[in-house]
Nanobody
Framework: QVQLVESGGGLVQAGGSLRLSCAAS????????MGWFRQAPGKEREFVAAITWSGSSTYVANSVKGRFTISRDNAKNTVYLQMNSLKPEDTAVYYC??????????????????WGQGTQVTVSS
């Protein structure tokens, strides 16, 4: 079991940037693929980005491609989401997930894994 704690959310103006962090506890962090999801008010949770356990492969949703970047530092047990050129429609609670999936694309559809509590991102127009 991996415990996850997100941080770095906040209020930012449109066009601005934020970097989210997800700190994991547990000795097996480096063996999990990691992902970011988000849920806006009144909407279902949606996939944002994922990265393999080694960090060699990433997968990003079309809605954020070219603006968001996922990375990880296994020495620090942390995964990051760099968000640039933020838009009001990016406003949501962002969740981190760890899952035993074979590739980054599988993160978005896997029912298995551990979730963090989420961090609020609000983008003002």
């Amino acid at each position: 079991q991996v415990q996850l704690v997100e941080s770095g959310g906040g209020l930012v103006q449109a066009g601005g940037s934020l970097r989210l962090s997800c700190a994991a506890s547990g000795r097996t962090f480096s063996s999990y693929a990691m992902g970011w999801f988000r849920q806006a008010p009144g909407k279902e949770r949606e996939f944002v980005a994922a990265i393999t356990w080694s960090g060699s492969s990433t997968y990003v949703a079309n809605s954020v491609k070219g603006r968001f970047t996922i990375s990880r530092d296994n020495a620090k047990n942390t995964v990051y989401l760099q968000m640039n050129s933020l838009k009001p429609e990016d406003t949501a609670v962002y969740y981190c997930k760890a899952a035993p999936v074979p590739n980054a694309q599988a993160m978005g559809v896997s029912p298995f894994g551990s979730w963090g509590q989420g961090t609020q991102v609000t983008v003002s127009s």
